[in-house]
Nanobody
Framework: QVQLVESGGGLVQAGGSLRLSCAAS????????MGWFRQAPGKERESVAA????????YYADSVKGRFTISRDNAKNTVYLQMNSLKPEDTAVYYC???????????????WGQGTQVTVSS
């Protein structure tokens, strides 16, 4: 029922910034909690950040806390991930996901975007 499309990835130097966007289809975006996940080569898919339906509650992985900010604009059916002070270890494919309940585990989400590559050079 939900289609998600990520954008904003790219190649940046360490210390730089990127802003990822995830555009959702439909008019029920506000019914879903949203999450950002990433998967680096040889690593499991891990939660980066999550945000509740209204944006009132957020979660961040310890590895990105203080550097990344998740936000959403329900009027635009879009969730964002502002990434500052990027590190080489942030290099991964980043995915947005939607779920009725949300959480920090991939299996708690029902819909996924195609992913966008973020590469941070040292």
């Amino acid at each position: 029922q939900v289609q998600l499309v990520e954008s904003g990835g790219g190649l940046v130097q360490a210390g730089g910034s990127l802003r990822l966007s995830c555009a959702a289809s439909g008019r029920t975006f506000s019914s879903y909690a949203m999450g950002w996940f990433r998967q680096a080569p040889g690593k499991e898919r891990e939660s980066v950040a999550a945000i509740s339906r209204t944006g009132g509650t957020t979660y961040y992985a310890d590895s990105v806390k203080g550097r990344f900010t998740i936000s959403r604009d329900n009027a635009k059916n879009t969730v964002y991930l502002q990434m500052n002070s990027l590190k080489p270890e942030d290099t991964a494919v980043y995915y947005c996901a939607a779920g009725y309940y949300g959480g920090v585990r991939p299996n708690e989400y029902s819909y996924w975007g195609q992913g966008t590559q973020v590469t941070v050079s040292s």
